[in-house]
């Protein structure tokens, strides 16, 4: 149980387009979803709190508008990052809590993770 | 001062030995403990879980929490090489909406 799955797993695309990328939890559901990034040899940076049917909580410093998180189900999260740069390019990876697994405690449930190239 | 330490490494060790990973913690309301797993370029898979002080064990690994120290502890027995990967601690208090990672500590099994 507390399958996440993430998709696409590798996008490489040109500079200036959006990509969108998906986190699904597949056998449970999840008021509560996580983007994180993480650069080479570095720990994840939490990015924001998508919540489902409300807006999602950006932390200081990540760009609202660069970085478009949309939870329109219980499960299914997506982060679309409009009009790529170079510097966008990183491994994002979702997760999501399951409190049926473990009720009551913050215990995350990680995707593959999408490495996005910017060319 | 960071919410959590964690020595990056890299450790590496021979086949077979003991490998000990330790993480150290500020917030004395920190009641949840995860260890985690991440091969390259992949996702974070959750190795151990402990609530409070105490130990659990599952198989070759072994988590420690010692809340008194604010330490905390994963050791592996008869490391294999496919225990090669970066081991990231995480911690939270009740009712928090975040997880408070280490850096990860980067671990090489030599065959």
């Known amino acids: 149980g507390a399958v996440v799955s993430q998709h696409p797993s590798w996008v490489i695309c040109k500079s200036g387009t959006s990509v969108k990328i998906e986190c699904r939890s597949l056998d449970f559901q999840a008021t509560t979803m996580f983007w994180y990034r993480q650069f080479p040899k570095q720990s994840l940076m939490l990015m924001a709190t998508s919540n489902e049917g409300s807006k999602a909580t950006y932390e200081q410093g990540v760009e609202k508008d660069k970085f478009l998180i949309n939870h329109a189900s219980l499960t299914l999260s997506t982060l679309t990052v409009t009009s790529a740069h170079p510097e966008d390019s990183s491994f994002y990876i979702c997760s999501a809590r399951n409190s049926l697994l473990y009720p009551g405690a913050n215990v995350l449930t990680f995707g593959a993770g999408s490495r996005l190239t910017v060319l | 001062q960071k919410e959590v330490e964690q020595d990056p490494g890299p450790l590496s060790v021979p086949e077979g030995a003991i490998v000990s990973l330790n993480c150290t913690y500020s917030?004395?309301?920190?009641?949840?403990f995860m260890w985690y797993r991440q091969y390259s370029r992949k996702g974070p898979e959750l190795l151990m879980y402990?609530?409070?002080?105490g130990n659990k064990e599952d198989g070759r690994f072994t988590a420690q929490v010692d809340k008194s120290s604010k330490y905390i502890s994963l050791f592996i027995r008869d490391s294999q090489p496919s225990d090669s990967a970066t081991y990231l601690c995480?911690?939270?208090?009740?009712?928090?909406?975040?997880?408070?990672f280490g850096t990860g500590t980067r671990l090489t099994i030599i065959p």
């Open positions: 995480a911690m939270t208090s009740t009712g928090a909406n975040n997880l408070f």
């Open positions: 917030n004395s309301a920190f009641q949840y």
């Open positions: 402990t609530y409070s002080s």
